[in-house]
């Protein structure tokens, strides 16, 4: 068997030997055919150069560096286009993936699994304002999403080829891994694990606007709720509004006083503006989504390989 393990990589010089200490062991007894894919937007640091120095000494480890930062859900799936193996693994290398897991990930894809998806059971080290988020992210995204994208998982992963072909073949922009495997389907199973502390220094995107980053894809890529929500907002509001009216006027056939004044006015206005804002902003995502698709700029640009053969 062949089997691909792809690692998306920016700054992280002195994460890297490490990573490759503890995952080559564990590649060896399963098959002496692997490919450990580096996959990495120009870094300021040496990472490429530590990369390139272990494949001199290793031809199964390769290099994918791009024109520019496309970020790290490009870089996952631009490994994954370049990959060869029978089984895809997609892993960070900062060692919160335990490399420990893959003999289980294979042994359960030799099952005749398609996709293998570790959970995370405890995140070490992580703030408690990103797993509030992911936490909340994946229910919402599960209550409303097309799609049913198990929680607590992340990109670290085992695909089978042919799921790992359909997910390229998707050519959606937005390079939200989980739920473009969702849309793929096939048979699935679930590793449950402990997530360590990362090894060195820290996560080199932001923590909080990252996981929204991702939970707007989660929502606006594969649910059309939100604009549904939108619609409903208006129709309630509309209805308040006709239940003001009829007071209004009930009050004046009375001869009653009306004892509201400015503020209830201001109120209203400034309850409505809010709710078109909302609106736009939600009109705006969907629109700006779909400015990206018709585009049709590449997802990456490669500047350099290393280890692979030249594409057509």
Request: glycine share 8%; with cysteine; hydrophobic share 45%.
């Amino acid at each position: 068997m062949q089997l691909s393990v792809v690692v998306p990589v920016y700054r992280e010089e002195k994460s890297i030997p490490e990573f490759l200490r503890r995952l080559q062991p564990m590649l060896a007894p399963i098959t002496a055919d692997y490919e450990i894919i580096f996959s990495m937007d120009p870094s300021p640091d040496r990472t490429s150069e530590v990369i390139l120095a272990h494949r001199a000494r290793d031809p199964r480890i390769k290099l994918l560096q791009f024109s520019r930062r496309f970020g790290q859900p490009m870089a996952t799936l631009a490994g994954m286009a370049y990959s060869r193996g029978d089984a895809v693994i997609v892993m960070d290398v900062d060692l919160q993936d335990p490399p420990e897991l893959v003999t289980e990930m294979i042994a359960k894809w030799r099952e005749g699994y398609e996709v293998v998806l570790p959970q995370r059971r405890q995140r070490t080290g992580e703030p408690w304002l990103k797993i509030l988020v992911s936490a909340v992210g994946y229910r919402i995204i599960n209550r409303i999403a097309e799609v049913q994208i198990p929680p607590n998982t992340g990109d670290f992963r085992l695909m089978s080829r042919r799921v790992v072909d359909e997910v390229v073949r998707l050519k959606e922009t937005h390079g939200f891994l989980r739920g473009m495997v969702a849309v793929v389907g096939f048979r699935q199973c679930i590793i449950p694990f402990d997530r360590p502390a990362r090894l060195h220094g820290q996560t080199n995107y932001n923590r909080f606007l990252g996981s929204l980053r991702i939970g707007f894809n989660g929502i606006f890529c594969f649910s059309t709720y939100a604009l549904q929500l939108s619609t409903l907002f208006g129709f309630v509001i509309a209805g308040g509004s006709l239940l003001l009216a009829a007071i209004y006027l009930f009050y004046k056939f009375m001869g009653w006083t009306i004892l509201w004044g400015n503020p209830t006015t201001i109120i209203l206005i400034s309850f409505l503006g809010g709710i078109q804002l909302i609106s736009v902003g939600i009109l705006g995502e969907y629109i700006g989504r779909i400015y990206e698709e018709v585009r049709g700029r590449p997802r990456f640009i490669v500047e350099r390989s290393a280890g692979f053969e030249p594409r057509a």
